[in-house]
């Protein structure tokens, strides 16, 4: 399943408001989530299930949608938050799971 | 604390096996589904393998079926991932990854702890 996520890349600034699209070739309901990935680091889990804040994670992060849209936002952008952010889509049939291309959030 | 450690990374041949390693602590192994993911140099995350808790339940990617096998020791509280018939496309860095959520099918397939990777290359 071929999840595409946009954009691939993204200049903002401190304080910014960032807005990160996925969107699935069919319905998949809710079963989407978001990571954040640091260079040289693990990802790590920010929102499941499309809206669900992972435990620990600051809330200027956010995400909504269902069916085959889905939208993920950092409503204050701050020094730490320039990664790479990858959209994922767990699936039963078949069983797996298909990430986003991955978008590259840097500095302006 | 909650961690994961991949090891057994290297330089190998096309064609050739490597055994990877990932030794859970902090949580109770026997209760999680683990994955194993991985990222080629400058690319994208790929999704490889996962195993339910009980070690009954076992998916693949299309790119591995076949030649990589994932296993689970609980008196270990290690995860392996057996690669054969090893190809240059299987260069990567290898995570393995904790489910806590989502569960389907026998597996959960939520990832919210990963290790912090081991290196596989593989050149003649």
């Known amino acids: 399943i071929q999840m595409t996520q946009s954009p691939s890349s993204l200049s903002a600034s401190v304080g910014d408001r960032v807005t990160i699209t996925c969107q699935a070739p069919?319905?998949?309901?809710?079963?989407l989530n978001w990571y954040q990935q640091k260079a040289g680091e693990a990802p790590k889990l920010l929102v499941y299930d499309a809206s669900n804040l992972e435990v620990g994670v600051p809330s200027r992060f956010s995400g909504s949608g269902s069916g085959s849209e889905f939208t993920f936002t950092i409503t204050s952008v701050q020094p730490e938050d320039f990664a790479t952010y990858y959209c994922?889509?767990?699936?039963?049939?078949?069983?797996?799971?298909?990430f986003g291309q991955g978008t590259r959030l840097d500095l302006k | 604390q909650v961690q994961l450690v991949e090891s057994g990374g290297g330089v190998v041949q096309p064609g050739r096996s490597l055994r990877l390693s990932c030794a859970a602590s902090?949580?109770?192994?026997?209760?999680?589904?683990m994955h194993w993911v991985r990222q080629a140099p400058g690319k994208g995350l790929e999704w490889v393998a996962v195993i339910s808790d009980d070690g009954n339940y076992k998916y693949y990617a299309d790119s591995v079926k076949g030649r990589f096998t994932i296993s689970r020791d609980k008196s270990k509280n290690t995860l392996f991932l057996q690669m054969d018939s090893l190809a240059g496309e299987d260069t990567a860095v290898y995570y393995c990854a904790r489910a806590s959520y989502g569960h389907y099918g026998g597996v959960a397939w939520i990832t919210d702890v990963w290790g912090q990777g081991t290196t596989v290359i593989v050149s003649s």
């Open positions: 994922q889509h767990y699936h039963y049939l078949p069983p797996g799971i298909s």
């Open positions: 902090g949580f109770i192994f026997t209760s999680y589904s």
């Open positions: 069919q319905d998949i309901g809710n079963f």
